[in-house]
């Protein structure tokens, strides 16, 4: 096991351009994604255990709290969170630190994924991609900075109100906009998306893609199409596409990366 482990959540990039930028720093690193149940849940060992992870409607995506739950962090480690988010980072930090105690959290917005609700640009504050991409990269160093200085916050992560309601609303809205996955005859028949689903929720029959209702909404399969044959609904179909431009669509099915 490397000397320090981050368990991380990405859907299009963000996130695990973070937790690399921030294991980079770091050396010697094990990123274990959380799209799907993690490989490692062990990591007793470790010096330094950090969780990356984006806001999905005020809260957790996926079954990141359900993953979180089953890792086992030794009692000296030191713990840190970074939530990455487009406007507000809702509860996540709050739910992780009530199971593993965090001595360290952090948030960093950037360009937003959740293409039916808002176009990628809709950030706060306002940048271009390019420039929300340089802002990430500087927060996560001040981040890594932190984390090796062993830096320990008091108090704990906010958990406001309304984003409790937020996140209990999601599980419903999500199955609605599950249902509106469709593809146009763009599609070249790649394969890609089902590669990338972390829920095994698209099929392929007769070489095009066939959507379940066991989504996510991490947007991979939309955000990463080549041709951009996937939609969820009209609005998607008009803006623009955006994944991390460092962070291609193999390492988010990857399930351990290790960074020196």
């Known amino acids: 096991m490397s000397k320090n482990v981050i368990f991380c959540f990405s859907g299009t990039g963000n996130c695990l351009d973070i937790a690399k930028n921030i294991a980079k720093g770091l050396g010697d690193t094990d990123i274990v994604l959380m799209r799907k149940a993690p490989a490692v849940t062990n990591v007793l060992n470790a010096e330094r255990v950090g969780f990356v992870f984006p806001c999905y409607a005020g809260g957790l995506p996926g079954k990141v709290e359900e993953y979180v739950r089953r890792i086992a962090i030794g009692p000296d480690a030191y713990k840190f969170a970074v939530c990455s988010c487009a406007a507000y980072p809702g509860l996540g930090l709050s739910i992780i630190d009530s199971i593993v105690d965090l001595d360290y ?12 609700l808002m176009p990628h ?45 937020e996140a209990a609303l999601w599980p419903k809205l999500s199955l609605k906009k599950a249902a509106k996955l469709q593809v146009s005859d763009a599609c070249v028949s ?65 399930t351990v990366l290790h960074i020196d």
């Open 121 to 165: 640009s809709m950030m706060m504050p306002p940048l271009k991609a390019d420039k929300a991409q340089k802002r990430s990269e500087e927060l996560a160093a001040r981040v890594t900075s932190d984390v090796l200085a062993g830096k320990k916050l008091s108090g704990k992560p906010a958990a406001p109100a309304f984003n409790k309601m």
């Open 190 to 254: 790649c394969g890609q998306c089902a590669k990338l689903c972390p829920r095994g929720n698209i099929r392929l029959e007769n070489g095009k893609p066939v959507f379940g209702k066991d989504c996510v909404q991490c947007l991979g399969c939309l955000q990463f199409c080549p041709a951009g044959a996937i939609h969820m609904g009209g609005a998607t179909v008009k803006r623009e596409r955006y994944h991390n431009p460092h962070v291609t669509a193999a390492e988010l099915t990857e």
């Open 105 to 116: 959290w952090s948030v960093i917005s950037h360009q937003s994924a959740c293409i039916w």
